[in-house]
């Protein structure tokens, strides 16, 4: 995965991580990565980044914790930034947060990616429980 590269795989991670933990620029993790010895581009970053993300998403979900077999979905209305907005958010019975999306609008078709995408990403549920209505 990463043989080839000019850089240790610790190095291209470290970038990898800053862009998604913090949302730096390019260019400040650039100078974040001189302070820490390494000269890098800041087209270096972006590449790996965009190389390396979907790598390491397939890693990180196949060492995800298991879920519970029945979940909790509900829809809120919540402000971030200043600006009102739809979150969806799936638990499980022991409140482990499972997925959660947010929109700009209320479209029954948003409701219906999360819940698939929800359910590709963790298995079928026994049961779905959405504000007081069972599904199964």
Known sequence: ???GHC??????????YFKFRFGLSYREIEELMAI??????DATVQLWVFKFTPLLEKEFRKR????????RMGETY???RSKWCYLYRAVD???NT????LTKRRKCMSAQSFLIKAIENNGRPELINIDKFEME
Request: charged share 30%.
């Open 36 to 41: 820490r010895g390494v000269k890098v581009d």
């Open 98 to 101: 499972i997925d959660f999306l």
């Open 1 to 3: 995965m990463f043989k």
């Open 7 to 16: 850089f240790l795989k610790s190095i291209i991670i470290q970038a990898v």
């Open 93 to 95: 019975k022991q409140g």
């Open 78 to 80: 919540v402000k971030v």
């Open 64 to 71: 995800k914790k298991s879920v519970g077999r029945r979940w």
